[in-house]
């Protein structure tokens, strides 16, 4: 038997995060993983999905040159088809081609074992894969999430991709059916419909990104129809089948079925927790099979086993596993710290992006909280003017009795990353009377904050 510090079971961006400093600072420590070291982000998810909404862009922006004053004439884009075929190379070569051996070369010259497996445990303290046994004093779950997949009747009887198959082919369907309206789908729709697809996005809440307030669900709604793409909200799917013609049909409570030559499925990611012998260490998941961690992220009632990223099912980005990585690393090292999820941002990354940070209105009435609001509208900023880009809004929400931001959403160019500011603020627990004092450079996006900061200030009296 090998014996081990530390055992992090899934390389994804937590465990790689994990594994990858502990074993720097002279610890030993092992690494499992069955698939790739890096998990899902670098090769099927994140980088190739803002890539593919990277060119989409570009081919957007290239259609309105003339408009921009790039050009005298409208410029030949050739067929969509063979450009969604230029995208998803250029796609695949910055997803290395979904092969992970930078990253695995990285993890091994940092002094990590990695061990390629899917590991069990058999009992507290040892590990086993593929009949390899590794003992370990400190255990860290970070197996992250798959793509969930819905119990529709006559599912099983037609050709549908997850997230992941969806950014792995090379070809683009003439037609899509999005089933999700959260981030995942909102961002697939813009990708389709830039390249010519006929795009449904079929959502069963009343709005898009339900998550987020009303007015930032309808603007998301206006960025995909602008963008080209349909969306059906309060849809609810009774069944799929497959079309006469090919491709699937969908079938609803209410309203006509649509048919479209490829489902994709963009319903939310559920964590991976079985098969890991976690209940020979009395660990049981939770409803949704995320792992309850306390404010250090160690498993609840286990003292030596922590979790971090999707499998906790607390902030599932690419960013909130880092963070967690970050926490459980300073834990085992005992510098005692807990996590602070207040300031985590929450980002869909169309264009214009979404993005928001901190509590909604709704939420922060349920807490209690006297609150007070204010809206921008950014279509009348110089800046996006200048850039020609689509307009947007910016809503705040502030707690009276503290006069402190608490939570911002925007929905306007650029917000993905102007929301840091409000991040900051609302974890620096910053008064709205200096964030009234902030100089922004003009002009920006940033200056959006300026009118609603005066108001709330206004408000406090």
Not at 66 to 73: C, K
Not at 136 to 143: E, G, P, Q, R
Request: net charge negative.
């Amino acid at each position: 038997m090998e014996n081990f510090e530390v055992a992090v079971l899934g390389a994804g961006s937590a465990g790689e995060y994990v594994a990858g400093d502990l074993a720097t600072a002279g610890r030993s420590v092992a690494l499992v993983e069955k698939l790739r070291v890096g998990g899902e982000c670098p090769f099927v998810s994140c980088v190739p999905s803002k890539a593919m909404l990277r060119s989409a862009e570009a081919r957007a922006d290239a259609g309105r040159l003339v408009d921009l004053g790039g050009a005298a004439r409208p410029v030949e884009l050739g067929s969509a088809a063979a450009a969604f075929r230029t995208a998803t190379a250029r796609r695949d070569q910055l997803a290395h081609d979904r092969h992970d051996d930078g990253h695995a070369e990285e993890a091994e010259r940092r002094g990590v074992t990695l061990i390629r497996g899917r590991g069990q445990v058999v009992s507290p303290g040892l590990l086993e894969v593929d009949g390899r046994q590794l003992g370990y004093l400190h255990l860290v779950v970070a197996t992250g999430s798959e793509p969930a997949v819905p119990p529709i009747t006559g599912l099983d009887t037609v050709a549908y991709w997850t997230s992941d198959r969806a950014l792995s082919e090379p070809d683009r369907p003439a037609s899509v059916a999005i089933l999700g309206g959260g981030p995942i789908g909102c961002e697939f729709a813009q990708i389709y419909a830039g390249f010519g697809a006929a795009v449904t996005v079929i959502e069963s809440m009343p709005r898009l990104v339900s998550n987020e307030p009303p007015i930032i669900g309808a603007a998301m709604a206006g960025v995909l129809h602008q963008a080209g793409a349909g969306v059906r909200l309060e849809a609810k799917v009774t069944a799929v089948e497959a079309a006469p013609g090919g491709g699937t049909r969908i079938l609803f409570e209410d309203g006509p079925p649509v048919e479209a030559e490829r489902l994709i499925l963009a319903v939310g990611r559920t964590p991976v927790t079985g098969g890991l012998g976690l209940d020979r260490l009395g660990i049981e998941p939770d409803a949704r099979g995320a792992l309850e961690v306390d404010p250090y992220c160690r498993v609840r009632g286990h003292q030596h086993v922590w979790a971090a990223g999707d499998v906790t099912g607390i902030a599932p980005y690419t960013h909130g596993a880092d963070y967690q990585a970050q926490v459980v690393l300073d834990n085992i090292a005992d510098r005692r710290r807990k996590a602070d999820y207040r300031s985590m941002p929450r980002v869909v990354y169309t264009r214009p992006p979404m993005a928001s940070v901190g509590m909604t209105e709704e939420q922060a009435t349920t807490a209690g909280i006297d609150v007070l609001t204010a809206t921008a509208d950014l279509s009348g900023l110089v800046r996006t003017n200048t850039d020609g880009a689509q307009g947007g809004t910016l809503i705040l929400v502030a707690d009276r009795d503290r006069g402190v931001l608490i939570g911002a959403a925007a929905v306007g160019p650029g917000a993905d990353d102007w929301i840091c500011e409000a991040g900051l603020a609302i974890r620096g627990e910053v008064p709205l009377a200096v964030l009234t004092d902030v100089v922004h450079p003009f002009p920006t996006y940033a200056q959006a904050y300026e009118q609603p900061l005066r108001d709330l200030a206004a408000q406090l009296g």
